[in-house]
DNA sequence: CCGCGTTTCAAACAAACGTTTGAAGCTTAG
DNA sequence: CTAAGCTTCAAACGTTTGTTTGAAACGCGG
């Protein structure tokens, strides 16, 4: 196993499809303009990944495996509090994700691709994200479940998946509000996250 | 103008584009598969709608003018009442989506569709959208800051950034809920609708 | 410095894409 | 009944798609 070029061209290629599908979709972003954008030969695609569809599921591991493990970690740290708020286990989830979308290059990229995901009714692709990274939502669910016990268990998952919904959109940056003139990139959703746990919190209390 | 043969023909088109959009993506259907779907000459796509980018605003203004039409007139309603509520106004924007999506086929795919267009980040669509439908968003945002006063004008849009975040989320039917095998669709989406309203009024107030 | 396994490359593959064409099939008005 | 105007149709247009190929280039251990 070579070293540099590889791990080079590999990594080049994963950044320029998180660009692409984030701008275009999985459909909509082929392969040359992925090959393209990374300055790689065509056929490195199918050498290092073996076909488009296991490059897109390698595009949502490289991020999603950090992104996880960082959930947890701060999660077991909320747990380990002795006085776990709701803010607290938002925060534990909201925080890695915001992390990651201001991470050097491509992170805040990758949580549009994150919400394509989701509107992609492809089976394959929630199944994969399902089977991977599934417990994580279940040991969230839990710890919700914890701090809202007056709650029934249809009533909680009702919420949790609405409190899902307003996150994936607003950490995707579907909606309508303009990053401000003064205003840097770290700022502006520094602001996106402060208002996401206070509108969520509400939510789930209800 | 022909009656019954074009009308057939222009409404099966845009049943089927509707379906297969919402199922694999704009990129992703192709007018072959639109076509044999909807049981009609591949041409007859460039005859009628003269390109498939025309065909997807057509997708999209065959459902828009009439929900945005309802809406606006619930909103009116809400407005003429006495003593408006949160939850009155949210009903205005929530109900009439709620009718569309248990209409006789094809409403409930429309709203996927609807989401997709959000992830699109395709700005000839989101130009077509927010020309000819920003006005409804607009008239809500109004009736809004009138019930929320002590909000600032920041503070207010991103709770509605949010609040639409998680009924464009809800609608399309992204989440991981799932209908109960007891239960209807209908009552599925009612209830869905119900805890929707109740979720976002208390996130709006927070 | 040679030879072997890994990686890159240009080229080609069949298949599928959106769109266009011109003739055939209709329906209706005169 | 004929002529005109829509609509449908099979076929083909040139591109672009994902994938495969076999040879060239590379890097490193022996």
Same mark, same amino acid.
């Given at each position: $196993?070579?070293?540099?070029?590889?791990? &080079? *061209?590999?990594?080049?290629?994963?950044?320029?499809?998180?660009?692409?599908?984030?701008?275009?979709?999985?459909?909509? @972003? &082929?392969?040359?303009?992925? *090959? @393209? /954008?990374?300055?790689?030969?065509? /056929? @490195?695609?199918?050498?290092?990944?073996? &076909?488009?569809?296991?490059?897109?599921?390698?595009?949502?591991?490289?991020?999603?495996?950090?992104?996880?493990?960082?959930?947890?970690?701060?999660?077991?740290?909320?747990?380990?509090?002795?006085? #776990?708020?709701?803010?607290?286990?938002?925060?534990?989830?909201?925080? #890695? %994700?915001?992390?990651?979308?201001?991470?050097?290059?491509?992170?805040?990229?990758? $949580?549009?691709?994150?919400?394509?995901?989701?509107?992609?009714?492809?089976?394959?692709?929630?199944? =994969?994200? &399902?089977?991977?990274?599934?417990?994580?939502?279940?040991?969230? @669910?839990?710890?919700?479940?914890?701090?809202? #016990?007056?709650?029934?268990?249809?009533?909680?998952?009702?919420?949790?998946?609405? %409190?899902?919904?307003?996150? *994936?959109? %607003?950490?995707?940056?579907?909606?309508?509000?303009?990053?401000?003139?003064?205003?840097?990139?770290?700022?502006?959703?520094?602001?996106? %996250?402060?208002?996401?746990?206070? =509108?969520?919190?509400?939510?789930?209390?209800?």
């Amino acid at each position: $196993m070579p070293h540099d070029t590889q791990f &080079s *061209t590999r990594q080049r290629i994963l950044g320029a499809a998180e660009e692409l599908f984030a701008e275009r979709g999985f459909a909509g @972003a &082929s392969l040359r303009q992925v *090959t @393209a /954008a990374a300055k790689v030969n065509l /056929a @490195a695609v199918n050498y290092h990944f073996g &076909s488009k569809d296991n490059l897109i599921e390698e595009v949502f591991r490289r991020r999603l495996d950090e992104l996880s493990h960082r959930r947890l970690e701060r999660l077991a740290e909320v747990n380990r509090s002795v006085a #776990p708020t709701l803010e607290a286990v938002l925060d534990a989830f909201i925080m #890695p %994700a915001l992390e990651l979308s201001l991470d050097r290059e491509g992170g805040s990229v990758f $949580m549009r691709v994150l919400a394509r995901a989701f509107a992609e009714h492809n089976s394959n692709l929630r199944k =994969f994200l &399902s089977d991977n990274y599934g417990h994580v939502l279940k040991e969230f @669910a839990a710890a919700f479940a914890r701090l809202l #016990p007056h709650l029934s268990k249809d009533e909680l998952y009702w919420r949790l998946d609405l %409190a899902v919904g307003a996150l *994936t959109y %607003a950490m995707a940056d579907f909606g309508m509000i303009q990053r401000r003139s003064g205003e840097t990139e770290r700022q502006h959703r520094e602001q996106m %996250a402060r208002h996401l746990v206070h =509108f969520t919190a509400a939510g789930l209390r209800a």
